[in-house]
């Protein structure tokens, strides 16, 4: 039986999200087992604090040493319970002694899946900025569109603000959707990836306006979950 190890805290709320879905995801296909799974929770603080500061090395060493950790407890593969800190995915995967699973490549395999050719990105500023997410949807033949500039600061500010501190607001939530359809009006948007793992527990439908709301969270435990169970 494989042992998964998570890097959490990336933040604390969707990390409880996370292992309450691998719980439910494992018992439903092993008749009430449980799986076995290593948490780390890594600090935020420092990590948002490099990121900021673009320091992107220390990121790397730091996240590298808190998954030697787990490979030490005894995890066989492991996976970063966040979107953002995919922007390293890369340097890690070299650096690893363990196998990751990567929530940007399961979100490429599930809007395959669907059939969709053009998606919209929400995330924190890092994740719509960066180029990890484009990378991989490119090399599949999927158009990946964004917000404006305006738009990517106040998800942002809002995603910093409030969901990492809990705070989930109907204003926030109506004023998200509204760029969701903004970006469907402008770019053709056909589902959109809700990149940061707090986004689904603020926009909580599968569904607006005809575009599938793809919850990431739910999309990686599934891929973790069928690696479990390999």
């Known amino acids: ?43 935020l603080k420092r990590l948002l604090a490099w990121m900021n500061a673009d320091e992107m090395s220390k990121v790397v060493d730091y996240l590298s040493a808190e998954i030697v950790r787990l490979h030490k407890a005894g995890a066989d593969f492991g996976a970063l319970a966040s979107n953002t800190p995919h922007i390293v995915f ?5 650096r690893s002694p363990l196998p990751l699973i990567s929530i940007v ?25 960066a180029r990890f997410y484009p990378a991989v949807f490119e090399k599949a033949g999927i158009k990946l569109v964004v917000p404006l500039p ?16 809990n705070k989930f607001l109907p204003e926030t939530r109506e ?30 439908d599968e569904q607006h306006n005809g575009m599938p709301l793809l919850d990431t969270s739910n999309i990686h435990v599934d891929r973790l979950v069928r690696e479990l169970l390999q």
Request: glycine fraction near 12%; charge should be negative; aromatic fraction near 6%.
């Open 1 to 43: 039986m494989k042992t998964l190890g998570l890097i959490g805290g990336i933040g604390p709320e969707s990390t409880i999200d996370y292992y309450r879905l691998l719980i439910n995801g494992y018992r439903e296909k092993m008749g009430g087992t449980s799986p076995p799974v290593i948490i780390n929770s890594v600090d």
């Open 90 to 94: 890369t340097e890690l995967q070299e």
């Open 105 to 129: 490549e399961a979100a490429c395999e599930r809007v395959q899946e669907l059939g969709l050719k053009t998606v919209a990105l929400l995330g924190t500023r890092f994740t719509m900025r």
């Open 150 to 165: 305006e738009e990517q600061e106040y998800i942002h500010e809002k995603y910093m603000g409030e969901l990492l501190n």
């Open 175 to 204: 004023r998200i959707l509204q760029i969701a359809d903004e970006l469907k009006h402008r770019q053709g948007s056909e589902g959109v990836i809700l990149g940061g793992t707090e986004l689904p527990l603020l926009l909580r």
